[in-house]
């Protein structure tokens, strides 16, 4: 397993680890989800990372997201086959980027790349989906998503199968080891 101490943070930084990235200022992701946590990545190799972003599935390297803003929580999977798992992604590679966010397209969000590659040494899945969520704290579905999904001609997809970043970061098998910048 590669480790490397990356920026300035103190935690070493393993293959198959999470990188979280945490909002400066809130947005309409952050407005429905758990805390500030608007996008994660999976660390691919000693620099660089594997993400569903934009441009569709691709690795990107870890010296580029310094320029971000905000900063990234390091998260550790416990019970994760890492090797398998960032193989998994690997497999994802050039897929287009779900702007949807929907789990039943050949399209991938951030999120969704790590719950469809992350498995155990049995080759089990560790992140189940969850319901979506497009509301706020008072249980409303937020303008912004009904006002994006509307223009698409679609039914916001609350409740449907799916994952976010944010949620990810509190399931009981995601370890927060330290902060990146």
């Known amino acids: 397993m590669v480790s490397l101490l990356l920026f300035t943070s103190c935690t070493t930084l393993h293959t ?9 200022k809130g947005n309409s992701i952050t407005d429905v ?30 010296d580029s997201l310094r320029s971000q803003q ?20 690997r497999q994802y590679l050039g897929r287009a980027y779900d702007y949807l966010y929907l789990a039943d397209n050949d399209e991938i969000y951030c999120s969704e790349l790590v ?24 249980g409303q579905i937020t303008p912004y998503w009904t006002q ?5 001609g679609m039914q916001v997809p609350e409740g449907q199968p799916g994952t ?13 080891k330290g902060r990146l910048k």
């Open 115 to 138: 719950q469809l590659s992350f498995v155990d040494k049995q080759r089990n899945r560790l992140f189940a989906p969850v319901p979506m969520s497009f509301h706020d704290a008072s």
């Open 33 to 62: 989800t758990p805390g500030m946590i608007d996008h994660v990545a999976i660390v691919f190799c000693r620099d660089s990372v594997i993400e569903a972003v934009g441009r569709g599935v691709t690795i990107t390297p870890l």
């Open 164 to 176: 976010n970043p944010g949620e990810l970061s509190c399931r009981h098998n995601v370890r927060l």
């Open 70 to 89: 905000g900063y990234y929580i390091i998260g550790r999977v416990k019970g994760v086959d890492a090797r398998c798992s960032v193989n998994n992604a």
């Open 148 to 152: 994006f999904y509307a223009q698409r």
């Open 16 to 24: 198959g680890d999470l990188l979280f990235h945490v909002a400066d």
